[in-house]
C-alpha cells in the first residue's frame, strides 16, 4: 500500500526539491511574485473546485492512505496544490529564463491579424468553458472532464488576452514547459492508482484509458492545469518585461503605465503589472524595443562569452548590463576602428563626451526627449546603443562613465604606461569604471529584490570601492595574459616601462610585435609580477560581492573566478603561452561550481591552450569587456 504523504515524499518533494535547488541562485523577486501570487490562486480556487467533485465521488481515496481530511478532501490533497504549482512554475522558470523575455514583445502583424490572434482563442477558450458548465451534470461520463474544462477554460481566455501573441512567439519553451510536469505527473498518477492510493470513479467519467491506470480525465487535468500556470508565468514575464523597458519612458504608450519608482508593496507591484498585462503589443512604443535588439546584437556578436554569462543574472539586471556592455563596446569600436582616420575617431570620441556631458546635465531618463541632430554622424548601431543607454543615466554616476572615455583616448593617442602609478590609472579608466558602472546597476535593478540594497550610502560607497579594485584585479590579469598578444596584434606595450630594460632594447621588441623574443622565462616572470598585484588586490575586492543583492552574487563570483582561474594558470605553466586561457568546458565548470557554491568540486586550473587561429584583438577595453 502506498499512502497520498508517501506519494509526496517519493515523488513529488524531491523533484520540487531538486528544482528549487537548481533556481536557487537565479531566485529574485519576480520569482517570489510568480510563486506568491500563483500559489495563493491555485490554492484558493483549487480548494472548492476539488471540494466540489469529490463531493459528487468523481475521485475517491482510501481513508487508510491519508492522514487527515479537511471537508472533503484529504490534508495531502490541499499539499498537492502547492506542490504541482511550484513545480511546474519552478520548471518553466528554468527552461525560459535564457532568452529576455523583452524580446518577445514587438509585434509585426497588423492591427487585424493581431486582434484575430488575440480574441478567437479567447472566444474558444469561453464557448467551451460555457458548453462545458452545462455539460457537468453529475453522475454522468462527461462530469469529471466537463468540470476539469469550465475550470480552467475562462483563466485561459484572461491569459491569452493578456499575454496570447507573447506565448505564440516562445512556443518551443512553452511547450518544453507544459509537457515534461504532465508526463512527470502523469506518471506519478499512475502509480498511485495502481497502488490503490485513490481512484477515479467510472460512473463520472469516460472510462477511456491514456495508459494502464491512467484515466483520460487525469492526463487531461495534469495537461490543463499545466497550461494555465505556463501561461500565468508568461503573462507575469511579459508584464515585468514592460514594466521595465518602459518605466521611465514618456511617451504617450508608456504613460499609461507609469509607476512609481520608490518602494512598492505587493499589491502596488500586482497593480503595475495588471497595468501592463491589459495592453496589447500594439500599443508599446516599437523604438525601445528595436534599440534593445541592436544593442543585444552589439553583445552577441561581440562577445559569446559575455552573452552566455549573463544568463546567471536576474532578467532586469542581464537587460540592464546588456545595455551597459552595447555602449562600453560600440563607443570602443568609434576608438578603435583602424579604417577610419585618427582625427576622425577624435571628433566622435568628442562627440560621445558631449552626449554624455549634456545626458547628465539634462537629466533625461527619455531617449525621445533628446535631441539627436548632432550625434546623427555617429553610425547607426551606435546611436541604438546611446539611445538605449540613456535609461541607465539614473543609475550610474557621469565621472566613472567619462573616466572610461578617458581609457579610450589613452589607448587613441598611444600613450605609453611609464611607470606603476600610468598602470593603476590606465587600468582605472578601463575597468575600475566598468566594475563600478556595473555596480551601480546591479544595485539599482535588483533594488526591491533583497534587503542587501537597501543600504546607506557609505556602505554603498565601500561597495564601489571595492568594485574597482576588482576591476584593476581583472585588468591586471588581462594584461598578463595578452603580453605576446598585445604586441603582435596591438604593437602595444601595457606593462609599466620601468619593469623593462633601461636599454629599450625589450620595450623596442614589444612595441614591433616581436614580444617573443624575450624568451619564456622573462615574459613569464613580467606576467606573474601583474598576477601577483592582482592577488594582493583580489582578497579585499572579494570582500564586496557579499553587498550585492544575493541573485546577483553568483554570476560576479562566476566572472571572476574564471579570472583567477587564469592568474592560477599562469603560475603553473611552464613558460608562457602565447595567450593563456582557460578551456571552454573548464570556464563552465567553474561558473557552475561558482555560482552553487561548490568550490571544492573545481577541476585544475592548469589548463592552457595556445589558439591555432586568433581572433582579431582590439584595444584593452574591449578586450577586459569581452573576455
Not at 186 to 191: A, N, P, T
Amino acid at each position: 500500500m502506498l499512502t497520498y504523504m508517501e506519494v509526496h515524499l517519493y515523488y513529488t518533494l524531491p523533484v520540487l526539491g531538486l528544482l528549487l535547488l537548481l533556481q536557487r541562485p537565479f531566485y529574485s523577486a519576480q520569482e517570489r511574485i510568480k510563486f506568491l501570487f500563483l500559489s495563493g490562486v491555485a490554492f484558493s480556487t483549487a480548494v472548492p473546485w476539488d471540494n466540489y467533485i469529490v463531493y459528487h465521488r468523481s475521485w475517491s481515496y482510501c481513508p487508510k492512505c491519508v492522514t487527515l481530511v479537511i471537508g472533503y478532501v484529504p490534508l495531502e490533497e490541499y499539499m498537492f496544490f502547492l506542490i504541482m504549482t511550484l513545480m511546474t512554475v519552478a520548471f518553466a522558470n528554468l527552461v525560459m529564463r535564457w532568452r529576455l523575455p523583452t524580446f518577445y514583445l514587438k509585434s509585426n502583424l497588423s492591427s487585424f491579424n493581431a486582434a484575430c490572434l488575440r480574441y478567437i482563442p479567447i472566444l474558444a477558450f469561453l464557448t467551451v468553458g460555457v458548453k462545458a458548465w452545462f455539460a457537468a451534470i453529475p453522475d454522468t461520463p462527461l462530469f469529471y472532464g466537463a468540470c476539469i474544462l469550465w475550470y480552467v477554460c475562462p483563466v485561459l481566455a484572461l491569459l491569452w488576452f493578456g499575454a496570447g501573441e507573447y506565448i505564440c512567439r516562445r512556443w518551443k519553451s512553452v511547450s518544453v514547459s507544459i509537457l515534461i510536469p504532465t508526463l512527470y505527473l502523469c506518471w506519478v498518477d499512475k502509480v498511485a492508482i495502481h497502488a490503490g492510493t485513490w481512484h477515479i470513479s467510472e460512473r463520472t467519467s469516460t472510462r477511456k484509458m491514456i495508459a494502464p491506470n491512467l484515466p483520460l480525465e487525469e492526463a487531461m487535468f495534469f495537461l490543463m492545469i499545466n497550461i494555465v500556470l505556463v501561461f500565468a508565468t508568461c503573462a507575469i514575464d511579459r508584464a515585468f518585461a514592460i514594466l521595465h523597458l518602459y518605466r521611465r519612458g514618456s511617451s504617450a504608450q508608456t504613460q499609461k503605465i507609469h509607476y512609481s519608482q520608490c518602494q512598492q508593496s505587493f499589491w502596488g507591484t500586482m497593480l503595475d503589472l495588471t497595468k501592463a498585462f491589459c495592453l496589447s503589443h500594439q500599443q508599446l512604443d516599437h523604438q525601445p524595443l528595436d534599440d534593445l535588439k541592436t544593442t543585444w546584437n552589439i553583445l552577441e556578436e561581440g562577445s559569446a562569452s559575455f552573452y552566455t554569462a549573463s544568463s546567471v543574472f536576474p532578467v532586469n539586471s542581464r537587460q540592464d548590463l546588456g545595455v551597459l556592455y552595447a555602449f562600453c563596446r560600440a563607443t570602443d569600436d568609434l576608438a578603435d576602428n583602424e579604417s577610419v582616420p585618427v582625427n576622425q575617431r577624435k571628433r566622435q570620441l568628442k562627440l560621445v563626451r558631449n552626449f554624455i556631458v549634456d545626458l547628465f546635465t539634462q537629466k533625461s531618463d527619455s531617449a525621445s526627449s533628446i535631441d539627436w541632430s548632432p550625434y546623427l554622424d555617429l553610425p547607426a548601431d551606435c546611436l541604438a546603443s546611446f539611445r538605449s543607454f540613456v535609461r541607465l543615466r539614473h543609475v550610474l554616476q557621469v565621472d566613472a562613465v567619462i573616466e572610461l572615455l578617458d581609457g579610450y583616448t589613452w589607448d587613441l593617442e598611444r600613450r605609453p604606461v611609464l611607470n606603476e602609478s600610468d598602470l593603476k590609472r590606465y587600468s582605472e579608466c578601463v575597468a575600475s569604471s566598468v566594475g563600478e558602472m556595473c555596480t551601480r546597476v546591479l544595485m539599482h535593478s535588483n533594488r526591491h529584490q533583497t534587503s542587501n540594497t537597501t543600504m546607506d550610502k557609505a556602505t554603498l560607497a565601500w561597495t564601489v570601492d571595492r568594485a574597482r579594485e576588482m576591476g584593476l584585479v581583472l585588468q591586471y590579469t588581462n594584461i598578463a595574459r595578452d603580453i605576446v598578444t598585445d604586441s603582435q596584434q596591438l604593437h602595444r606595450c601595457y606593462l609599466p616601462l620601468t619593469w623593462l630594460d633601461d636599454n629599450k632594447a625589450e620595450i623596442d621588441l614589444i612595441k614591433t610585435g616581436r614580444a617573443r623574443h624575450l624568451g619564456d622565462e622573462r615574459l613569464r616572470a613580467l606576467a606573474l609580477r601583474l598576477v601577483q598585484a592582482a592577488d594582493d588586490l583580489n582578497s579585499r575586492a572579494q570582500r564586496g560581492i557579499s553587498k550585492l543583492p544575493f541573485e546577483c552574487q553568483g554570476g560576479v563570483r562566476a566572472a571572476c573566478a574564471v579570472y583567477r582561474a587564469i592568474g592560477r594558470a599562469l603560475k603553473k605553466a611552464d613558460g608562457y603561452p602565447m595567450r593563456a586561457h582557460v578551456k571552454g568546458w573548464e570556464r563552465a565548470w567553474i561558473a557552475v561550481q561558482t555560482v552553487y557554491g561548490i568550490d571544492f568540486l573545481a577541476p585544475s586550473s592548469s589548463s592552457i591552450t595556445t589558439p591555432l587561429i586568433q581572433k582579431p584583438r582590439r584595444t584593452k577595453v574591449c578586450s577586459f569587456l569581452v573576455e
